[in-house]
């Protein structure tokens, strides 16, 4: 696999983080994950505490003080994160939901679950994608 990649969940339920980074150290041990609760804590630990930009970002929707998708806007805004991989995690299962954030750059929608087994699996999957951007050349 690949060597210490650093993971990070924006969310504020401890219980589904704690899970989350629980999965991703089963799934990948040289990987790192670190958490922050609101979309205004993300945005300054990535822009002023990290070593180094996230390989991943995991992202709730339902977020104190800024919304998931507010905090998808501002993360996409960025320039250093337009290759960054962003990953809505919610337990909302709305089409809307889905649609808004694949328009906003979010990259692919997971499904909080609360089967720890699907959540490593699902994890397992999103690491070993390529979410290299497609690049069609115009003649």
Request: net charge negative.
């Amino acid at each position: 696999m690949y060597e210490n990649r650093l993971l990070l969940i924006i969310d504020d339920d401890i219980d589904d983080v704690e899970m989350f980074c629980e999965a991703v150290i089963d799934v990948d041990n040289t990987a790192e994950c670190c958490a922050a609760a609101d979309g205004y804590e993300a945005i300054d630990l990535i822009m002023n505490k990290m070593r180094k930009l996230p390989d991943f970002i995991f992202l709730d929707l339902n977020l104190p003080k800024m919304d998931g998708l507010e905090c998808l806007i501002l993360l996409r805004a960025e320039n250093r994160l337009k290759s960054v991989p962003i990953i809505i995690y919610t337990s909302s299962s709305a089409p809307n939901d889905m649609y808004e954030s694949k328009l906003l750059g979010a990259n692919y929608f997971l499904r909080k679950t609360s089967d720890y087994k699907t959540l490593c699996d699902e994890i397992a999957l999103i690491l070993k994608t390529d979410w290299s951007p497609i690049v069609v050349e115009s003649h």
